[in-house]
């Protein structure tokens, strides 16, 4: 049995980035402004920072490729791995100052023509936005591939892309190949495949040789018309959720596909769960509040902004959630979960 983990996070300076993620470990933004925490990863050497140290505990300054190496069955159980068998989730906080680019990631069939890429399908939940704050998702249904082509050579993208006003709680599914881009003024938690690879479509003519664009891979894997559609809604609410009561807390389902199932619990009252073994590995993020969790291996106090790790077998214990702390839950798919989705 493994214990819960916690990891150190990873930030990464981006263009559009804001001044809102690491402040809770007294991170300095560095070089630049500050547009991704790195909760959890397993990518490849490649990606340079791609590999989550834990922090802290029994396992302090393991890595993650490590643990999955050499603690396999109890950190994954059932779990479906990764690419070269990595941990199936990257998990991240994104804090847009400004808009991120029009982009698109790979599918199955570009990954299997292209095996230096990989599959990323993702969610956004949002944890807060400023009023009116959008996201874009998903071209128009009449607009063609060759319109739409058109539209970017003339700068008018925008015009063909569907968008969505936000707010606070909703969450957000971008399989593989559906074209999109997270809106300025969002701070996000962001659940995905463990994958790296973008192709920008557009940047809002911000013409930054260092942010490249990347229309033409784009195009092979962007998706059109009715091929856009998929069996996990484009968008949950918390007021439409599936919801679930009991034990002191409220439980909504946000989003279930083959790769990752994501609910929301809301302590409605001081409560404590028990933590046993699941079979499948868990990433609780804290919202808000405190989730304090304590095993026969230590104790980690997951305040607002800390991400804990919950292996498939991990060591029993209790995590107690005072009364208002909100978590972001996000399960693992299994190869079940796989075979039921169309992912």
Not at 198 to 216: A, Q
Not at 293 to 317: H, K, Q, Y
Request: hydrophobic residues 40%; contains cysteine; negative net charge.
């Amino acid at each position: 049995m493994l214990p819960p983990f916690r990891f150190a996070p990873l930030l990464k300076v981006r263009a559009w980035g804001g001044s809102r993620l690491g402040a809770a470990d007294g991170a300095s933004p560095g070089s630049g402004p500050i547009g991704e925490s790195w909760e959890l990863a397993d990518l490849p050497e490649s990606i340079e920072h791609g590999q989550s140290r834990v922090a802290g505990g029994p396992f302090d300054g393991a890595m993650l490729r490590d643990l999955r190496s050499s603690r396999r069955a109890d950190l994954l159980g059932i779990a479906e791995p990764g690419p070269s068998g990595a941990f199936p989730l990257l998990v991240k906080y994104l804090d847009a100052r400004e808009n991120l680019s029009l982009q698109v990631h790979p599918d199955a069939a570009y990954v299997a023509r292209h095996p230096d890429a990989h599959l990323k399908t993702e969610a956004w939940f949002i944890v807060d936005c400023r009023p009116g704050a959008r996201v874009y998702r998903g071209i128009r249904r009449a607009t063609t591939r060759a319109e739409f082509i058109d539209a970017v050579a003339s700068g008018r993208a925008l015009d063909h892309v569907e968008s969505l006003e936000v707010s606070p709680g909703d969450c957000v599914f971008l399989p593989s190949g559906i074209c999109h881009a997270l809106g300025a003024g969002i701070l996000a938690a962001e659940v995905q495949t463990p994958s790296d690879t973008t192709f920008r479509v557009w940047d809002w003519d911000r013409n930054d040789p260092s942010r490249p664009l990347h229309l033409e891979q784009a195009l092979e894997c962007m998706r059109f018309g009715s091929a856009q559609d998929d069996p996990t809604p484009a968008r949950i609410r918390t007021t439409d959720a599936p919801t679930l009561v009991g034990a002191g807390v409220v439980t909504r389902r946000m989003c279930r596909s083959g790769f990752f199932t994501i609910e929301l619990l809301d302590a409605v009252a001081d409560t404590e769960i028990p933590v046993d073994e699941t079979g499948l590995p868990e990433v609780w993020m804290t919202i808000d509040g405190l989730a304090a969790w304590r095993t026969a291996s230590g104790a980690i106090d997951a305040g607002r902004g800390v991400t804990v790790l919950r292996p498939a077998r991990v060591e029993t214990g209790i995590v107690r959630l005072d009364r208002g702390t909100r978590v972001l839950r996000t399960f693992c798919g299994s190869a079940l979960d796989r075979a039921l989705s169309s992912d």
